[in-house]
């Protein structure tokens, strides 16, 4: 897989913990790349590579403020993730109720 098909995917996109915590700081707005580097341990060369790849899987959006780019949260595509999961919860729901049944009724 190439590395712009892989970073335009969603979940490769998520599956990073360093992505995760951008997208959450990117919940309360529009933010320059030095604000979003302040909390991690790593170059800003190193955290805009990681921004590029939420900016390919459509997850962040960047525009130009004269010298700044600044970023913001793009969540519809997170919907894909959601419903992915929602599968799984209904799973698990059903295998919880069985095992309650089961449960109680060996009580």
């Known amino acids: 897989m190439s590395r712009h098909a892989a970073s335009a995917d969603i979940f490769m996109a998520i599956a990073d913990p360093t992505r995760r915590a951008l997208l959450d700081q990117l919940r309360s707005g529009e933010q320059p790349?030095?604000?979003?580097a302040e909390p991690f341990a790593m170059s800003l060369p190193a955290i805009s590579q990681h921004l590029?790849?939420?900016?390919?899987?459509?997850?962040?959006?960047?525009?130009?403020?004269?010298?700044?780019?600044?970023?913001?949260?793009n969540p519809e595509p997170l919907k894909q993730v959601s419903d992915w999961i929602a599968h799984y919860e209904q799973f698990w729901q059903?295998?919880?109720?069985?095992?309650?049944?089961?449960?109680?009724?060996?009580?």
């Not at 790349?33 to 979003?36: G, P, S």
């Open 33 to 36: 790349v030095k604000q979003l």
């Open 52 to 73: 590029q790849i939420l900016c390919e899987a459509g997850l962040v959006q960047m525009r130009k403020a004269g010298r700044q780019r600044l970023y913001r949260l």
């Open 94 to 107: 059903e295998k919880l109720n069985a095992l309650g049944t089961y449960l109680e009724e060996e009580s």
